[in-house]
Nanobody, 125 residues
Framework: QVQLGESGGGLVQDGASLRLSCLASGRSFSGYAMGWFRQAPGKEREFVSAIDWNGGKTDDIDSVKGRFTISRDNAKNTVTLQMNRLKPDDTAVYYC??????????????????WGSGTLVTVSS
């Protein structure tokens, strides 16, 4: 069993930065691939970014490439999403995810084994 807790969301202006963090409880954090998804009002939850067990591989959706960076610290059981040059279209609830395949960076919603409760990011224009 893994419990995930996100922090770092908030209200910012267009072009600002935010840093989301996710703290995982339980053992063997390095045994999971970690990811971030988001869900905007009225839309389906979508994949944003993923990182494999040791940070050697990452993947991002095209709309955040060059602006968002995912990283992890296995010693602290945390995964972080650094979000720069935020846009109003980035407004959503952001969810941390854990997947028991530690090597994957291609994570579909149905392949997520544990979800966090989400943190709201609002970007005003």
């Amino acid at each position: 069993q893994v419990q995930l807790g996100e922090s770092g969301g908030g209200l910012v202006q267009d072009g600002a930065s935010l840093r989301l963090s996710c703290l995982a409880s339980g053992r063997s954090f390095s045994g999971y691939a970690m990811g971030w998804f988001r869900q905007a009002p009225g839309k389906e939850r979508e994949f944003v970014s993923a990182i494999d067990w040791n940070g050697g591989k990452t993947d991002d959706i095209d709309s955040v490439k060059g602006r968002f960076t995912i990283s992890r610290d296995n010693a602290k059981n945390t995964v972080t999403l650094q979000m720069n040059r935020l846009k109003p279209d980035d407004t959503a609830v952001y969810y941390c995810s854990a997947t028991m395949n530690p090597f994957t960076i291609t994570i579909r919603k149905g392949e997520v084994d544990w979800w966090g409760s989400g943190t709201l990011v609002t970007v005003s224009s």
